[in-house]
């Protein structure tokens, strides 16, 4: 502004000033639009947290009720209309089949996906590898169990070990993605470090490469044992289901909170129906524990970063 | 690419040239002044030696800010370093005309020593020429031109030393204040000779980078 | 070939894929001083720095011929594994790119590698001593690496590139990320290091090259006008002063003085 402009302002003339940015208010139609845009987007979001948030409240409610000591350490009852009695049956099934199938899915895919990221890269068989692998992520996993039936149980009967296998068929995808995800992101210029002080390519990989996507590939690790947790479809055709505590790996039928959640709330009685609550509750505390330790660990490496 | 840095060495280097021509004026001057008894033209070549050394001072500014601020190297460098070489000779030379107009005003009456004055005259005029040359050296760059000056300076050498022998011979016509303000000017204009050599040397050192001829 | 040099060079040719890269470059290493390589962008420089550690093997399509002598012996004879090769040779990169492991273990990663048997402890801290980071970090030896500031990761990046002791040191632009006074610090070092190590830096920074080195070797690019290929050629290598002095090429002098980049 010039100076007569200045002063003819300042004596309160604001006519005859120019544009000033000064005082002057935003117009009123992009507030309101701005208002209704805000608005709509929090209904949205609203919208999506009342399921999740009604599914956990009930889950609480329901629940809690019958979570104590006894339900933790008890087997389920032979009759399902006894009150008392546990899910611990169904527990350590749960704990068996998902180490196991974790022991199986973990190493071959973190192995494939090294092999993707770091030596296939892009010919022929890596392609390969990644398509079926992509499809399999979206293979429904009621297909998995009855996979698994046909080839395994059939033969040997229903156990723990066709229940770790068909969960690990389920975990091996999620696995082999992620972690070749996270192997690509760690920087060349690491790489191009590591070579150049005289390191052979095996080396690298497993002194430099692994170690850095570490914490992204625990991340990926932790959220397929979540997945794997809570699968029920496949569960249905391979473990069965059972009453009793079950420690044999093959040719027993074995029980898993999933299976012992779904029978129990077909059941008409209400006891066995409060188990299965107990149980999902249960099922989703285990769930919670792992995601959570998944966002501390990948959040902890950030840091690091 | 660097215009504005390249453009402003550019004028640096004229106004060497530019500085040479008020130098040239003054040694001119100097000469007529003393041949003509010109009191009055000898005063104008005294006070015009301030403009010269104004323009000194700021060359030397511009110079010396361009090699703190441009960083120049190879052929941008040594050209540089040729400007403020040979600024301090031309200024010195500027100083030197200065002196020979300040003994003309001290009214010496050397017409009347015939020989002497010849002797004097012919000794300003190579002096003036050799100058010249000089700066026509600077002007073109061209560093053969350079080569040709010593033998040009030798002959100023002979001729300020036939000027002592002739002053000496003359010793009982003269008086001693005369005769050593005559020896003085003689003096001065051998020295604005081997100015001028210089910044020819300076200048041979510019396009060559050779080490030898410096100096 | 000079008996004294550290790397003897001659008829160099790179080519990435089929299209040329660099061309016929001949050039001698001499040890114990910095030998810069500067030059426009996309001249090869990085391109001739990494033959000297064969690190252009890594990029696929990459042909080199000619000889890379390294103490007399060429790198890149036939049945010569490049891995032993670079465990002589040190390499220090644009950005500072120290892995995400503690300090202590990014010093000892080299020497871990190469199987090394003696006192580790007091090699890192003579390597990190010579890299004039010691004392900043001798307390949190064990902290990760990635707290450090940039300038302090490039000198552990130095730390660990001299711990596999070689007699040379490769550095692409070892100071471009930095800030002005760690650069200062960065070329410092190199001043002391030299004393031991022979080192080659390539910069584009003209003023470091002219600050830092002792021989200076100008790229330029050459155009085929009808498939419009471009590759690099080495224009002038000569002693750092005569190069920013009196350079013999017009395209050096040109170049140096900014009259193109």
């Known amino acids: 502004m010039s100076a007569a402009d200045s002063r003819a302002s300042a004596a309160g003339k604001v006519a005859s000033a120019p544009e000033s940015f000064l005082g002057r208010r935003p117009a009123r139609r992009r507030v309101w639009t701005d208002r209704l845009a805000t608005a709509g987007l929090m209904a949205a979001v609203v919208i999506v947290l009342v399921p999740l948030g009604l599914i956990l409240f009930t889950i609480l409610r329901r629940g809690l009720a019958t979570f104590s000591w006894e339900f933790l350490t008890q087997p389920m009852p032979y ?109 060349s210029e690491l790489k191009d470090a590591s070579y150049a002080l005289g390191a052979a390519k095996w080396q690298t990989v497993s002194k430099v490469v692994l170690p850095s996507a570490l914490p992204g590939i625990t991340t990926g690790v932790l959220l397929a044992v979540a997945r794997a947790a809570g699968e029920t479809a496949p569960l249905i055709l391979t473990a069965l289901g059972s009453f009793k505590i079950v420690t044999t790996l093959v040719g027993q039928p074995i029980s898993a909170l999933p299976l012992a959640i779904l029978s129990g709330a077909r059941n008409p009685f209400a006891a066995g129906q409060a188990r299965a609550w107990a149980g999902a509750l249960e099922l989703l505390v285990i769930v919670l524990v792992f995601t959570i330790l998944a966002r501390v660990i990948a959040s902890r490496s950030r840091i690091s970063s | 690419m660097r215009d504005t840095f390249h453009n402003e060495l550019e004028r640096l280097d004229q106004d060497v040239l530019r500085m040479g021509a008020m130098v040239e004026a003054a040694i001119e001057g100097a000469i007529l ?97 050799l100058f010249t040359k000089a700066l026509d050296v600077w002007a073109t760059k061209d560093a053969t031109m350079a080569a040709e000056m010593d033998q040009l300076d030798d002959e100023i050498d002979h001729l300020y030393q036939d000027l002592v022998k002739e002053l000496f011979l003359l010793r009982d016509e003269t008086s001693f204040e005369v005769a050593m303000n005559l020896v003085l000017v003689g003096r001065y204009f051998e020295r604005i000779a081997d100015h001028a050599v210089n910044l020819a040397e300076r200048l041979r050192y510019f396009t060559t980078g050779d080490e030898a001829h410096l100096g | 070939m000079n008996e004294e040099s550290v790397f003897s060079v001659k008829g160099l040719d790179v080519r990435y894929g089929g299209a040329p890269a660099l061309k016929a470059v001949d050039m001698e290493i001499g040890p114990r001083q910095i030998t810069a390589i500067i030059g426009p962008s996309g001249c090869g420089k990085s391109t001739l720095i990494r033959c000297f550690n064969r690190m252009n093997d890594l990029i696929p399509g990459a042909a080199v011929s000619g000889e890379v002598l390294y103490h007399g012996n060429d790198i890149y004879a036939a049945g010569v594994d490049p891995v032993v090769v670079r465990r002589h040779i040190g390499m220090v990169f644009q950005r500072p790119n120290p892995f995400p492991k503690s300090i202590y273990d990014n010093v000892a990663f080299g020497p871990r590698i190469n199987r090394f048997k003696g006192d580790l402890d007091e090699l890192v801290e003579r390597s990190l001593r010579r890299a004039a ?129």
């Open chain 2, 33 to 129: 002044s003393l041949a003509e008894g010109d009191i009055e033209r000898a005063c104008a070549i005294m006070e015009a030696d301030d403009a010269i050394d104004a323009l000194f001072i700021d060359m030397e500014k511009r110079a010396l800010a361009m090699l703190a601020q441009q960083q120049p190297v190879a052929g941008d460098l040594r050209l540089i370093v040729a400007i403020l070489r040979v600024l301090t000779d031309l200024e010195r030379a500027g100083d030197l005309a200065y002196n020979v107009a300040k003994i003309t005003c001290k009214d010496l009456e050397i017409v009347k020593l015939k020989r002497v004055s010849i002797l004097i005259y012919e000794l300003g005029h190579a002096s003036r020429r």
């Open chain 1, 79 to 187: 009759s399902l209309r006894k009150e008392g009695g546990g899910l611990v049956n169904s527990a350590i099934g749960t704990l068996m089949m998902v180490g196991l199938a974790t022991a199986f899915s973990v190493p071959l895919g973190v192995l494939a996906a090294v092999y993707l990221a770091e030596y296939g890269k892009k010919n022929t068989l890596a392609g390969v590898i990644r398509f079926f692998t992509d499809v399999m992520t979206g293979v429904p996993s009621v297909f998995v169990g009855l996979f698994v039936y046909t080839a395994l149980v059939v033969q040997v009967g229903f156990g723990a070990l066709v229940g770790a296998i068909a969960l690990s068929i389920i975990m091996l995808p999620i696995i082999v993605r992620s972690s070749e995800e996270m192997l690509r992101l760690v920087p």
């Open chain 3, 133 to 261: 980071l010691w004392d900043e970090v001798k307390n949190k030896l064990k902290k990760s690496a990635l707290a450090l500031s940039g300038g302090q990761q490039q000198r552990l990046c130095i730390a660990r590139a001299i711990a596999v002791e070689p007699d040379v040191i490769l550095m692409d632009e070892p100071a471009s990320a930095l800030d002005p006074i760690a650069t200062v610090r960065i070329e410092d070092l190199m001043q002391e290091l030299k004393k031991e190590f022979a080192i080659v830096i390539v910069t584009h920074n003209m003023q470091q090259a002219a600050r830092v080195s002792d021989k200076t070797a100008f790229l330029y690019t050459e155009v085929d006008e009808e498939t419009s290929a471009r590759w690099g050629i080495l224009v002038e290598y000569d002693d750092t002063s005569r190069i920013f002095t009196k350079p013999n090429d017009k395209r050096t002098e040109d170049y140096v003085s900014g009259r193109f980049g």
